[in-house]
Nanobody, 124 residues
Framework: QVQLVESGGGSVQAGGSLELSCAGS????????MAWFRQAPGKEREGVAA????????VYGDSVKGRFTISQDNAKYTVYLQMNNLKPEDTAMYYC?????????????????WGQGTQVTVSS
């Protein structure tokens, strides 16, 4: 059974930091791209960051560039999202996704497997 498990969400004040983790399996990790998306109530799903696992190439959404960093741990089949200088507008449910894509992309339709999400709340 394909499984992606997110963790690390929580509540933080503006300017603070959080690190999200997405634990996958050999199936969801090797040869794939993995990405983080987020969705706030009443808003469309937004691509945050993506990484192409075999070479580590990355792409970021414009709203998080310079503040968020996506990284990988091949031994643990895990992808991380380090979020610094958080803003109230970063408040959302954050989802991890995996897909057979040969480049890092923020197009949600390219991803086949999704986690259940982890909530991030940033207060002003």
């Amino acid at each position: 059974q394909v499984q992606l498990v997110e963790s690390g969400g929580g509540s933080v004040q503006a300017g603070g930091s959080l690190e999200l983790s997405c634990a996958g399996s050999r199936y969801t990790y090797n040869g794939n791209s993995m990405a983080w998306f987020r969705q706030a109530p009443g808003k469309e799903r937004e691509g945050v960051a993506a990484i192409y696992i075999p070479v580590g190439s990355t792409v970021y959404g414009d709203s998080v560039k310079g503040r968020f960093t996506i990284s990988q741990d091949n031994a643990k089949y895990t992808v991380y999202l380090q979020m610094n200088n958080l803003k109230p507008e970063d408040t959302a449910m954050y989802y991890c996704a995996s897909g057979r894509v040969d480049w890092p992309t923020l197009a949600p339709g390219r991803y086949d497997d999704w986690g259940q999400g982890t909530q991030v709340t940033v207060s002003s």
